[in-house]
Every structure is written in C-alpha cells, then in structure tokens.
T-cell receptor
C-alpha cells in the first residue's frame, strides 16, 4: 500500500506561534486526508485534498496538497491550547484501505 | 445521527485467552474498517468489510479475524492473546472508504 512519512514526530509550540506539519510520499497520491486525535480520544476527520496544488482553510488551519501530489502540509496559525493533539495524514487507495502516517504530536506551552 | 459505537470500552485479558470486540457503524454506512493503535506502531489497518465481505486485510497474523453482519455491525476476534496485542482497537465506518471515515471511541485492550 501507499506509505506516507510525517514530520516532525513531535512539535512543541508556544501559544500564539505558528507551526507546520508535513506529510511526504515517494509516489503520487490520489488524495490525502487529515485527522486530529485529542489525548484520550479517537481520530476525527479534518479535511480531504484531491487536486494538485489544492489549498483549503479551516479557520486557523491551512491544508495544502503539493503540485506533484506527493506531499501535503498542515499549517496552524496562532496556536491555541485547543490545538493540542496528534495530527495524522492518511492516504486512501482503491483497495479500500486507509494508510496513516505516524502522526505529529503537538503540545502547547501557555 | 448517532455516531459509531464500540463495546466494550475497556477489556483486560490474560495471555492465551481470546477476545471479541464489537462495532456498530453509523446508520447507512456499510463499510466498516478496523485499526490497531499502539504508541510504537501508530494506526495500523486490520481489515475492511462491506456488505458482509472482507475486501482487504492488513499485515496481521491469522489470530486476528473479523466479520460483518447483515445490519453492518462488525466484530473482530483475537485468539491466543499475546502481550503485544495490548492496544486501542478502533473501528471506523463510512459510505466509501476512500472518503471521510468516522471513528468510534475505541476499545482499550490490556493483555496481562
């Protein structure tokens, strides 16, 4: 199946600062999904990107799909304590499997 | 609309025992996927079911099995439990597994 590498594994952010997490693949992706899992919770769908170069925004979150469809990024501006959690990228395939990256675990210093 | 439900939420077993976990998908969702989540391995795909048929299986030993019923509810079974099977088992339902998946709260399995 398709494999995706996520970096960084951990992100320690000062409240109010921005940060970016990246998802990279060696192969062209048909689409990419992003999920957030709060501590003690379950993954919750954030967004799906399908088109080359696509950019989508959700309030302070900006998601981007690379032009070559081999990488994606999630940028969060003005980080808040509510942003704490693990952010996963995931790739779906035509064989009904969703493959997750290892995740970026975000902690916020108040 | 009710979300995905999983039972039980917590389970403690000993090595060698077997366990059955249950998942009830969102009404109208016929695709159910199972995942194992551990701190070391992250979220690993176990299998996906649609209309009572397993369409894909991840790289797990044969001790891990599942099934889906005609009402789309799904169960997974792990036989001959090992310490390494301790994990959070998540199920997710969807209309199309290539689209957004809705996760249940998970079953936390501890093997002693």
């Amino acid at each position: 199946g398709q494999q995706v590498m996520q970096i960084p594994q951990y992100q320690h952010v000062q409240e109010g600062e921005d940060f970016t997490t990246y998802c990279n693949s060696s192969t062209t992706l048909s689409n990419i999904q992003w999920y957030k899992q709060r501590p003690g919770g379950h993954p919750v769908f954030l967004i799906q990107l399908v088109k080359s170069g696509e950019v989508k925004k959700q309030k302070r979150l900006t998601f981007q799909f690379g032009e070559a469809k081999k990488n994606s990024s999630l940028h969060i501006t003005a980080t808040q304590t509510t942003d704490v959690g693990t952010y996963f990228c995931a790739v779906s395939s035509n064989d009904y499997k969703l493959s997750f990256g290892a995740g970026t675990t975000v902690t916020v210093r108040a | 609309k009710a979300g995905v439900t999983q039972t039980p939420r917590y389970l403690i077993k000993t090595r060698g025992q077997q366990v059955t976990l249950s998942c009830s998908p969102i009404s109208g969702h016929r695709s159910v996927s199972w995942y194992q989540q551990t701190p070391g391995q992250g979220l690993q795909f176990l299998f996906e079911y649609f209309s009572e048929t397993q369409r894909n299986k991840g790289n797990f030993p044969g001790r891990f099995s599942g099934r889906q019923f005609s009402n789309s509810r799904s169960e997974m079974n792990v036989s001959t439990l090992e310490l390494g099977d301790s994990a959070l088992y998540l199920c997710a339902s969807t209309i199309d597994p290539r689209d957004e998946q809705f996760f249940g709260p998970g079953t936390r399995l501890t093997v002693l």
